[in-house]
């Protein structure tokens, strides 16, 4: 095994998020389930912005958030994700190579404008979120560059990456190049309505080895398997994958593998 | 007189923020002075731009913000300003109808995209722009509708309007319609640089009676007549103006007409 270029390389929707606060009452005209992230089309992203107050923007998208917080602490952070060639797909690039991760994917050139998330924050701070994915359905195995995924440490994908129909093609094609080359594979579970949609497929990459690590909340652990109960979705993850991390807000996080478990106190969710 | 259907009517630059959290030597690595704002070629806003971290971003510019806050008071408010047919225009166009304010302002569909302001924000909460004027260089007199501009109480402009080749044309022009149907204009001066750049003719504006109205806080004041004495300032601007306010951070805010000087405090600048 060479050595590596970069400690971790994430691969997820590129998406640019659109913050308003709102009340209540805004979620349920809007049929809105609160705390959750809804994938919306065109005609309803049109439809609830023009419902929503003025708004502030900032780039994010899961993966990406991670890997700039990986980057702020000092690693060497790569990212693979989707914009189209316009001014927020700019805004976009900027923003992530300015937080000094290596940003290379070549943005659309035709096909829909940059992906972006309408997220509603109520007063108790809660978050809503509403995503048009945008050019970030256009991610193929194309994007994927073996070279680049051969030397990172660690490839960090994320759950989201199976809305859009194409990515999983990448996250596989990444994860299998990642093996070859002897680096880990880590998914991030992304919320518990994901892990709902995608529950079984979740399994089978953690199962059949496409994946070595799992990061999940308390939540999307319970939703992946179908428990209330956390031993026993804790002991069911061990069993399933090499190494999990469950985040458990106030309660700290449990890092499990086969034959330990370790609980840390204070690491929030 | 007819009765009003607004009661501010801003014309103003219409600016997109683009905010960066920084230090002090990126003010000097890039030539700035700290807390003015510099107009910026394309070439310099591109220079800027790849040295800043992850940005922010809002719709802003002077005359929108005070719109803006004049609507969340609760009075009937409209804008004039000029952005371009692009993402970044439309955000805009969301931001200030979504506060309340009517914008009818018809988007440029060609020549330069939507103007943006790269805001350095340092440790001491100092703010620095640089300004790109883009679209907003294009606002011409036939952006005045002359049936909005009668039906408006008080028209609001600012200095910044100067900047730009033709937004004179269009200021004076509004001005007149607005005094043909016996309503006020008021003018802020917006920020001392600006005061030094324009100073003959803002003094003609209020001396031949274009403006009304006059905001300025003690910077503008003191740069107005180029004196430090504020009260030998104030002096003049009575003499100059029909009424003039002045803010004072701490102090409060001094109103000023031929007659009277009512001081104010608690009113920041």
């Not at 991670?66 to 316009?86: C, E, F, M, P």
């Not at 026993?232 to 034959?259: F, H, I, N, P, Y």
Request: net charge negative.
């Amino acid at each position: 095994m060479s050595s590596a270029k970069y400690d971790v390389l994430g691969i997820g929707n590129a998406i640019f998020d659109v913050l308003v606060r709102t009340d209540e009452g805004f979620l349920s005209r809007h049929g809105m389930t609160k705390g959750g992230m809804a994938l919306i089309d065109e005609a309803r992203a049109t439809s609830i912005y023009r419902d929503m107050g003025p708004a502030t923007e900032m780039s994010g998208g899961s993966a990406a958030n991670t890997i700039v917080g990986i980057a702020n602490l000092g690693a060497r952070a790569a990212y693979v994700g989707k914009v189209r060639d316009d001014q927020i797909g700019r805004l976009y690039t900027h923003d992530i190579r300015a937080a000094g991760v290596a940003f290379e994917t070549k943005p659309a050139n035709d096909g829909p404008a940059t992906g972006c998330s309408y997220i509603l924050v109520t007063p108790d701070g809660e978050r809503t979120m509403n995503t048009y994915l945008g050019a970030a359905q256009d991610l193929t195995p194309d994007d994927i560059d073996p070279s680049q995924i051969a030397a990172s440490r660690v490839i960090y994908l994320e759950g989201y990456l199976w809305d859009p129909k194409n990515a999983k093609d990448s996250f596989v094609k990444a994860a299998t190049i990642a093996h070859d080359a002897g680096r880990q594979v880590a998914l991030t579970l992304s919320d518990s309505f994901c892990v709902d949609r995608y529950r079984g497929e979740f399994l089978d990459l953690m199962r059949n080895g496409t994946v070595d690590l799992v990061f999940a909340n308390e939540a999307e652990l319970r939703s992946l398997y179908e428990t209330s109960d956390f031993d026993t979705a804790l002991k069911q993850l061990r069993v399933d994958t090499k190494l999990g991390v469950v985040t458990r807000s106030e309660k700290g996080c449990v890092v499990a593998s086969k034959d330990r478990v370790v609980a840390g106190a204070g690491v929030s969710d």
